[in-house]
């Protein structure tokens, strides 16, 4: 990519456009290679986890999931609110239905992100952020979803921080890296570790 920091790069095991955006702005080089994970099906076997162990194992997989011959980056974000965990919603309907369930409370938003290489996963890290969501009315709700379905249907917590999400809070307490869906500061020390960035 141009303007990279590095040679060769790495691989990113995801086709968000959010943290795709995020490693090209810090200069990292990568070519992005989603994974074919079982999402649900390793939430359900840690049913029992809270929600950061969950986030940073799906990071773990995903990385781990994509074979190649540079290191490879894994992430995922969950959202929990009050105790249940949310995760991007399969409809129009669903995406209103966390909207009215999130209004007026308080969202923690977890990211986590893992490396491997070679298979192996030599590094996880995580963080999160709480957002508080002011009262949304459901005449707000419906011209939100107007405005932003089906973008958000790849959101959890059925927002873009970058665009309209932002009415969605009153306030935010955490890294905007971690907010977009990536605790990035972690990941660039992990890679400066690893050799892959210049230290």
Same mark, same amino acid.
């Given at each position: 990519m141009?303007?990279?920091?590095?040679?060769?790069?790495?691989?990113? =095991?995801?086709n #968000? +456009?959010? *943290?795709?955006?995020?490693?090209?702005?810090?200069? %990292?080089?990568? @070519?992005? !290679?989603?994974?074919?994970?079982?999402?649900?099906?390793?939430?359900?076997?840690?049913?029992?986890?809270?929600?950061?162990?969950?986030?940073?194992?799906?990071?773990?997989?995903?990385? =781990?999931?994509? #074979? +190649?011959? *540079?290191?490879?980056?894994?992430s995922?974000?969950? %959202?929990?609110? @009050?105790? !249940?965990?949310?995760?991007?919603?399969?409809?129009?309907?669903?995406?209103?239905?966390?909207?009215?369930?999130?209004?007026?409370?308080?969202?923690?938003?977890?990211?986590?992100?893992?490396?491997?290489?070679?298979g192996?996963?030599?590094?996880?890290?995580?963080?999160?952020a709480?957002?508080?969501?002011?009262?949304?009315?459901?005449?707000?709700?419906?011209?939100?979803?107007?405005?932003?379905?089906?973008?958000?249907?790849?959101?959890?917590?059925?927002?873009r921080?970058?665009?309209?999400?932002?009415?969605?809070?009153d306030?935010?307490?955490?890294?905007?890296?971690?907010?977009l869906?990536?605790?990035?500061?972690?990941?660039?020390?992990?890679?400066?570790?690893q050799?892959v960035?210049?230290?």
């Amino acid at each position: 990519m141009t303007g990279a920091l590095t040679g060769s790069g790495i691989v990113l =095991a995801s086709n #968000s +456009a959010s *943290r795709k955006a995020m490693l090209a702005a810090a200069g %990292v080089a990568f @070519e992005a !290679r989603p994974a074919e994970v079982d999402e649900r099906g390793i939430e359900a076997e840690m049913e029992s986890a809270d929600a950061a162990e969950i986030a940073q194992a799906l990071a773990a997989a995903k990385a =781990a999931a994509v #074979s +190649a011959d *540079r290191p490879v980056l894994g992430s995922d974000s969950l %959202v929990e609110v @009050e105790g !249940r965990r949310f995760d991007k919603p399969t409809s129009r309907a669903d995406a209103a239905a966390h909207l009215r369930f999130f209004s007026g409370k308080t969202m923690t938003l977890h990211s986590a992100a893992a490396l491997a290489v070679g298979g192996r996963i030599v590094w996880v890290g995580h963080d999160f952020a709480r957002l508080r969501v002011r009262q949304l009315s459901d005449a707000f709700i419906d011209a939100y979803l107007d405005a932003e379905w089906p973008a958000v249907s790849h959101c959890v917590g059925v927002f873009r921080i970058e665009g309209p999400g932002a009415h969605l809070f009153d306030s935010i307490a955490g890294d905007q890296f971690t907010i977009l869906g990536m605790p990035l500061l972690q990941v660039l020390a992990a890679l400066r570790a690893q050799g892959v960035l210049p230290e």
